[in-house]
């Protein structure tokens, strides 16, 4: 069982490109979530999705966008890349969403810089 | 918003005992959590609290008091393997996990 994958794990990105950065996780989780980690901020939420089909905004949804057309996969596209989305990003599973108790596991991380 | 606050760094020695505090002011509460994420690497689950009091969990303890918007995660006979960040997140009203900037530990020989 892999948990959840991210790829790639690593890219450098030229400002104004197109870049998705997929997520699949085999543990028929409901919800998903997408992160980004930057130094001194902390993990903020950019997008997540209770249920197949649905989609809500996080804390920085601006310059993102998502889709959740099965269980398994949450792609994030960044349509026109600027410097300040350089991170680190992190895509998260839970079982529910919508309970307080409800445990998020993390991808591995794709550590993406834009030039 | 959220105001989620965090020591950044503490260091201790191997064996010691080290207590992270994290103190919040959210917009609802539907508990709180501790990941613990080694450099480089995915943050990893460690504890969740909803009720006040103390959790045990072999070397690692979490507690918490809502009545004053505090928690600590207590860490017992440090090992170099405990050399990490630690995240103290809280749920908040839609049950979305609001985190903390991160304590870093580093535990010296």
């Known amino acids: 069982i892999a948990g959840i994958t991210q790829a790639p794990t690593s890219q450098i990105l030229a400002a104004g490109r197109r870049m998705t950065l997929r997520c699949t996780q085999d543990?028929?989780?409901?919800?998903m979530y997408w992160y980004r980690q930057d130094l001194g901020l902390g993990l903020r939420l950019i997008h997540y999705?209770?249920?197949?089909?649905?989609?809500g905004k996080g804390e920085v949804p601006d310059g993102y966008s998502v889709s959740r057309a099965n269980t398994d996969d949450f792609p994030l596209t960044l349509a026109s890349a600027v410097p300040s989305q350089t991170s680190v990003y992190f895509c998260?599973?839970?079982?529910?969403?919508?309970?307080?108790?409800?445990?998020?596991?993390f991808g591995p991380g794709t550590r993406l810089t834009v030039l | 918003g959220q105001n989620i606050d965090q020591p950044t760094e503490m260091t201790a020695t191997e064996g010691a005992i080290v207590q992270i505090n994290c103190t919040y002011q959210?917009?609802?509460?539907?508990?709180l959590f501790w990941y613990q994420q080694h450099a480089g690497e995915a943050p990893t689950f460690l504890s969740y609290?909803?009720?006040?009091g103390l959790e045990e969990k072999g070397r690692f303890s979490s507690f918490l008091s809502r009545s004053k918007g505090y928690s600590y995660l207590l860490l017992k006979e440090l090992q170099m393997k405990d050399s990490a960040s630690y995240l103290c997140?809280?749920?908040?009203?839609?049950?979305?996990?609001?985190f903390g900037a991160g304590t870093t530990v580093t535990v010296r020989a």
């Open positions: 997140a809280v749920s908040d009203s839609d049950y979305k996990l609001s």
């Open positions: 543990m028929r989780h409901n919800a």
């Open positions: 999705s209770n249920t197949a089909g649905t989609t």
């Open positions: 609290n909803v009720l006040d």
């Open positions: 998260a599973s839970s079982d529910t969403g919508t309970s307080g108790g409800d445990t998020q596991y």
């Open positions: 959210t917009s609802g509460f539907n508990g």
